[in-house]
Every structure is written in C-alpha cells, then in structure tokens.
C-alpha cells in the first residue's frame, strides 16, 4: 500500500444506504476515500462530503461504527458493494469491515453483489461460500497489465483479478467481469474477454466517462503516454463526438453474439453519484 496514504477513522451511524443505481436496493460503502489512485475515478466528488485538503486517491476514512444501529429489513432485496470505493482495498486486510458486513449479512435473505479490482477478496471466501445469493464482480478494463499499472498503479494486476476470477468460479461462486473503463483505442477487451470467459458467464461494458478533474488527468496522460491518441480523445472528450462509441458498441455485441456470450454494453456520458 501506497505509505504517503493518509489513513484516519471516523465515526459512522450505519453502513447500509439506499441506493440510486439501477436494479440495487441499497449500497454499502465501508470506507470514503479509496488508495487505488485509478487516473480516471469518476469517484472524485466524495470529496466534497469530506473534510480533506488532499488530492483524491491520497486518503482514505475509515468507517468505524460506535454503536449498534436499527437492523434493516433486507431480504429479498439487492445490496451492492460499493458504488464510491473498494470495499476491498488494502486496508481491509487491517480492518476488514466488508468482512465484518457480509458476517451479518449471511443470512439476510438479501442478494449480495460485490464489484472490486482487489484479489483481496479471497481473503474471504469461507464466508462468501456461505451467503447462499451472492455475486461477485471484477472491474478490469483491459488484459494488458502496462496499460493498468499506468492508470490504476495501486490495484492488483490484471493476472491477480483473472486468478481470483478462477478461484472463486472454482468454489461455485457466481462470478461476472465489468470490462470497464474501456479506454479508445487502448483497451485490449478481446483478450480480456477470452482470458476470462472459463471463469464467468457474464460480462458488462461500460466506457470511460470523465468528470472535470480526471479529464484533465486522462488527457495529460494520452499526451505523455499516448501521443498518437491526443486527437481522438480530443474529439470524444472536448468535441463530444460520439461515433467511436456507436461503433464500439455494435462491435461488442457483434463478437459476444457470434461466440454466445452474455454482454451488456452500458455506454453513456453521465456517471451516477452514490
């Protein structure tokens, strides 16, 4: 873990919210702050409900409940975690509260679905094997690990999270990749797709939606890293053309429906707020 990461508690009435995005009931989201330092977070406006000078990616607060709360009636319902942070990123393996969360979670009766892009998430499967509805997801948006060290150099490898893929679907549970953010003209998702498609049968797409803050970032690093790019993201991101991702869009569902995959393409231009 990053050691310039700024890491406090802070005290919390209840982990459990109700959610805004799409077929979720409630999301949970164990810590504010996440130390992964992803170039393009669109995550960056908790900061504004923080009280933190920092740079986002910098800090990371820790949830710490000081009394028990009201238990909510959760069965039948869908809880995600976590919609504005890791719930598995490295501090979780000093303070495992999302381990803590599904503990009491078990035998909620609610269907749990975690989305993460830490192989820490082994760390828990005695109890993920116990919670009978239960789904387990990895951001990975691209299978060259060069292209993920340079725009998430604080989360696992790509090799990690197709290996955790590979464990978990091999202890029976449910397992899907979210191939997201796809970066233009970067994102290696064929070979990602095939590398993972043994371990899951679903796959979700989403692209690469920048708030003011990471524009800035992305660009700068096209510039850098990418120089024959600049154009294009300039065209996508300042002109707001949208033909690349009309196009992208009918590749994906062209090539997972040749090979009978499950895929669904979320693109669009605005990104929730949690």
């Given at each position: 873990m990053?050691?310039?990461?700024?890491?406090q508690?802070?005290?919390?009435?209840g982990y459990?919210n109700?959610s805004?995005?799409?077929g979720e009931?409630?999301?949970i989201?164990?810590y504010v702050?996440?130390?992964?330092?992803?170039?393009?977070?669109?995550?960056?406006?908790?900061?504004?409900?923080s009280?933190?000078?920092?740079?986002w990616g910098t800090?990371t607060?820790?949830k710490i409940?000081?009394?028990?709360?009201?238990p909510?009636?959760?069965?039948?319902k869908n809880?995600?975690?976590?919609s504005?942070?890791d719930?598995?990123n490295?501090l979780e393996e000093k303070y495992a509260?999302?381990?803590k969360l599904?503990l009491q979670?078990?035998?909620?009766g609610?269907?749990?679905?975690?989305?993460t892009?830490s192989?820490l998430v082994?760390?828990?499967?005695?109890?993920?094997t116990?919670?009978?509805d239960?789904?387990?997801?990895?951001?990975?948006?691209?299978a060259d690990?060069a292209?993920r060290l340079e725009?998430?150099?604080?989360?696992?490898s790509?090799?990690?999270?197709?290996q955790?893929l590979?464990?978990l679907?091999?202890?029976?549970?449910?397992t899907w990749?979210h191939?997201?953010p796809?970066?233009p003209?970067?994102?290696d998702?064929?070979t990602l797709?095939e590398e993972?498609?043994p371990?899951?049968?679903r796959?979700?797409?989403e692209?690469l939606?920048?708030?003011?803050?990471a524009?800035?970032?992305v660009l700068?690093y096209?510039?850098q890293?990418?120089?024959?790019?600049k154009?294009?993201?300039?065209?996508?991101?300042r002109?707001?053309?949208d033909?690349?991702?009309?196009?992208?869009r009918?590749?994906?569902?062209?090539?997972?429906?040749?090979?009978?995959i499950?895929a669904?393409v979320h693109?669009?231009?605005q990104?929730?707020?949690?």
């Amino acid at each position: 873990m990053n050691n310039s990461l700024k890491v406090q508690e802070i005290v919390t009435r209840g982990y459990i919210n109700p959610s805004k995005l799409p077929g979720e009931d409630y999301v949970i989201n164990p810590y504010v702050g996440c130390p992964h330092r992803c170039i393009y977070c669109y995550a960056e406006f908790m900061k504004r409900f923080s009280n933190h000078d920092e740079p986002w990616g910098t800090f990371t607060d820790v949830k710490i409940r000081s009394t028990s709360s009201r238990p909510v009636d959760l069965a039948g319902k869908n809880v995600f975690l976590s919609s504005v942070t890791d719930c598995y990123n490295p501090l979780e393996e000093k303070y495992a509260l999302t381990r803590k969360l599904l503990l009491q979670l078990r035998h909620s009766g609610a269907h749990i679905t975690i989305l993460t892009k830490s192989a820490l998430v082994l760390h828990d499967i005695d109890v993920l094997t116990q919670i009978p509805d239960i789904t387990v997801g990895f951001s990975i948006h691209t299978a060259d690990d060069a292209l993920r060290l340079e725009t998430e150099p604080c989360a696992s490898s790509v090799p990690q999270r197709l290996q955790a893929l590979k464990t978990l679907h091999g202890h029976g549970i449910a397992t899907w990749v979210h191939i997201s953010p796809l970066f233009p003209y970067l994102s290696d998702w064929k070979t990602l797709l095939e590398e993972a498609r043994p371990f899951t049968g679903r796959f979700t797409f989403e692209n690469l939606k920048l708030r003011a803050a990471a524009l800035h970032r992305v660009l700068l690093y096209i510039t850098q890293k990418h120089p024959r790019l600049k154009e294009y993201y300039e065209q996508i991101y300042r002109q707001k053309k949208d033909g690349y991702w009309k196009a992208l869009r009918k590749e994906i569902l062209a090539f997972c429906n040749e090979r009978k995959i499950s895929a669904a393409v979320h693109f669009s231009q605005q990104e929730p707020e949690e």
